[in-house]
């Protein structure tokens, strides 16, 4: 009778197995991408360009009410960066903080397509279930990436412009 309990457990544990597995593996190969490969495109757009998408993850997908229940784990491995940590404003560390929120991004699009490995072993609700839970834990941090790299992307673009604009101005 043990056994069969034990055996029932099977697709749920292998599942998890997968899931820690992968996100280990994963998260370790992304934190040795060198920062250079992950340094943000110039040219990431204006003001006006920018404020708008920005308003469309606030009016449509609500990020704000949602985001603080995302947690960060930017510092899981070592080596890695937690995101709150970097509150330096300097541009510099704005510009950190932009390639890590790229590197963020790459380990959740990585990980998303682990589901399909359950179709090795798992019936297929096994398989449906693995992937809805691939989507509901990876599409919310894909998108908060994507709309914490706006707003940073915003914060630049604003600062170059007012330093371009204090840099023309006549001496007085």
């Given at each position: 009778?043990?056994?069969?309990?034990?055996?029932s457990?099977l697709p749920?544990?292998?599942?998890?197995?997968?899931?820690?597995?992968?996100?280990?593996?994963?998260?370790?190969?992304?934190?040795?991408l060198?920062?250079?490969?992950?340094?943000?495109?110039?040219?990431?757009?204006?003001?006006?360009?920018?404020?708008?998408?920005?308003?469309?993850?606030?009016?449509?997908?609500?990020?704000?009410?949602?985001?603080?229940?995302?947690?960060?784990?930017?510092?899981?491995?070592?080596?890695?960066?937690?995101?709150?940590?970097?509150?330096r404003?300097?541009?510099?560390?704005?510009?950190?903080?932009v390639?890590e929120?790229?590197?963020?991004?790459?380990?959740?699009?990585?990980?998303?397509?682990?589901?399909l490995?359950?179709?090795?072993?798992l019936?297929?609700?096994?398989?449906?279930?693995?992937?809805?839970?691939?989507?509901?834990?990876n599409?919310?941090?894909?998108?908060?990436?994507?709309?914490?790299?706006?707003?940073?992307?915003?914060?630049?673009?604003?600062?170059?412009?007012?330093?371009?604009?204090?840099?023309?101005?006549?001496?007085?």
């Open positions: 009778m043990a056994v069969v309990g034990a055996a457990l749920l544990l292998s599942s998890a197995g997968l899931w820690l597995g992968g996100s280990l593996l994963v998260g370790a190969l992304a934190n040795q060198p920062l250079a490969w992950l340094s943000p495109a110039f040219g990431a757009g204006s003001p006006a360009t920018l404020a708008p998408r920005l308003a469309a993850y606030q009016r449509y997908l609500r990020i704000r009410r949602w985001k603080r229940w995302i947690p960060d784990a930017g510092n899981a491995l070592p080596g890695g960066i937690t995101k709150a940590s970097l509150a404003r300097d541009h510099q560390a704005l510009l950190r903080l390639a929120t790229r590197r963020a991004e790459l380990v959740h699009w990585a990980l998303w397509p682990l589901w490995l359950t179709v090795l072993w019936p297929a609700p096994g398989v449906v279930l693995n992937l809805l839970f691939a989507t509901v834990f599409l919310p941090c894909l998108l908060l990436q994507r709309y914490n790299r706006l707003r940073l992307q915003q914060l630049l673009v604003c600062r170059a412009t007012a330093l371009s604009a204090l840099a023309s101005r006549p001496p007085s």
